[in-house]
């Protein structure tokens, strides 16, 4: 029975309290998922109260492993950001931010905080020298305060070197045919011969490694990093063309290191091919970003014991079902309790969501506005959208209880 719309709340029975999981994104450029979830559960809260019915509300500030990620697991933590000096992607003094949880064990990092587009965005792009190596005093702070496992978050690099430079920072010589040290940046890797791995930190390989990672492209090849997110970062034909070759000759070199065969492995293309090394030397594992950030949140134990849950994100599209919050909410969400999605955009089909198993999706938008205006009243709109959602779902009138979408059970919800 879903205890919102039971006709027991509206007798005031004092051993009734109704259970919403609020468990959303960011709305990209306009609120962090932890600011997001506030406003839902501000609405939340005012339209219970209004009836006078009893309720608790959980915040769960969620996200898919990319950008917006850090926030999210700081604020479910309820730790704070720290920052460390380092250097962006290609060699300039920078900081970036990290995170540890709550009880120390776990670190996080945005690998872009430190060599992201952004940060080199003041200057003309220049494919072939950027490099991951401003990841690794990153890493190495995580290492110094003692955490067990090491969550990277890789999207939005500007450098497609295969992730040595952060190897590179951490210890590993990448070597050419006269012993010397590569200079840093993919364009150098065609003159790799060897990787020497006896400087590297051991502690480096005593944590778990896990990376955020959505896409499936492999290391090489025309699906490869080069190939495909090459031209994002400036890379123009002729670039592609080395930055592809040097990342095939570290597969090789790689592979005769360490025994791992990863040229084709699916995802190892991603953020310019860092999970490479990372994979073959640290033995890193490579999942998708919502499941590990679920993980990482007990999110299913919170949604499991919901009466009802809301989520949402700045656009609700079909993309959303696939992989993205959304989908990682409805996924875990038990069948017979309704997922109510609050977005600044829906433009999902009624057939989409219906095989979805999403309830309902809510547009905060009313009536036409610029962007520019959305963004500077999102979050009253989200609150005022939450409200009159649940005012519905606690509205007297209505008897019984939310009906599960018909065919789904709690084992064939998509």
């Not at 051993?15 to 306009?30: Q, R």
């Not at 920078?94 to 952004?118: C, K, M, Q, Y």
């Not at 990342?247 to 953020?271: P, Y």
């Amino acid at each position: 029975m879903i205890c919102v719309m039971s006709k027991e709340l509206h007798e005031h029975d004092e051993n009734i309290t109704a259970h919403v999981a609020v468990i959303p994104d960011s709305f990209k450029g306009s609120a962090s998922a932890v600011e997001v979830a506030e406003a839902m559960a501000r609405g939340a809260r005012e339209a219970f109260a209004e009836r006078g019915l009893p309720v608790t509300v959980h915040t769960l500030p969620f996200a898919d492993g990319g950008e917006g990620t850090l926030d999210a697991l700081l604020g479910a933590w309820g730790t704070e950001a720290l920052t460390v000096k380092t250097t962006d992607a290609l060699g300039r003094p920078a900081r970036a931010r990290f995170g540890v949880s709550d009880d120390g064990r776990t670190g996080v990092i945005e690998a872009a905080e430190a060599n992201g587009l952004p940060g080199v965005s003041d200057v003309p792009l220049r494919p072939r020298d950027a490099s991951s190596r401003g990841v690794g005093p990153l890493v190495t702070e995580l290492l110094d305060r003692g955490v067990e496992e090491i969550l990277l978050c890789i999207g939005g690099s500007a450098s497609t070197d295969g992730g040595t430079g952060m190897l590179s920072a951490l210890g590993v010589r990448f070597l050419d045919t006269e012993g010397s040290e590569l200079p840093d940046g993919g364009g150098s890797l065609t003159d790799l011969a060897d990787v020497d791995l006896t400087g590297l930190d051991p502690r480096a390989r005593a944590v778990r490694w896990r990376i955020a990672c959505d896409v499936t492209n492999p290391l090489v090849g025309e699906r490869g990093a080069a190939a495909v997110f090459g031209p994002q970062k400036g890379a123009t034909p002729e670039d592609v063309r080395v930055l592809d070759a040097g990342l095939a000759r570290l597969a090789d070199v790689l592979a005769q290191a360490t025994g791992a065969e990863l040229r084709d492995v699916e995802g190892m293309g991603a953020a310019g091919g860092m999970p490479a090394t990372l994979a073959s030397i640290l033995g890193a594992e490579l999942v998708p970003g919502s499941r590990m950030v679920a993980e990482v949140l007990d999110a299913e134990r919170l949604l499991g014991g919901a009466d009802l849950v809301l989520t949402g994100e700045g656009r609700f599209d079909s993309q959303s079902l696939g992989g993205k919050v959304v989908d990682a909410v409805r996924r875990l969400t038990p069948a017979h309790v309704p997922v109510v999605v609050i977005a600044g955009s829906v433009s999902v089909t009624a057939d989409e969501l219906h095989r979805s198993g999403v309830t309902a999706a809510l547009s905060i938008a009313r009536g036409p506005r610029s962007l520019a205006e959305m963004r500077d009243e999102a979050l009253p709109e989200i609150t005022s959208t939450a409200y009159q959602c649940c005012r519905l779902l606690t509205h007297p009138g209505l008897p019984g209880t939310v009906k599960p979408v018909p065919g789904l059970t709690k084992e064939s919800r998509p």
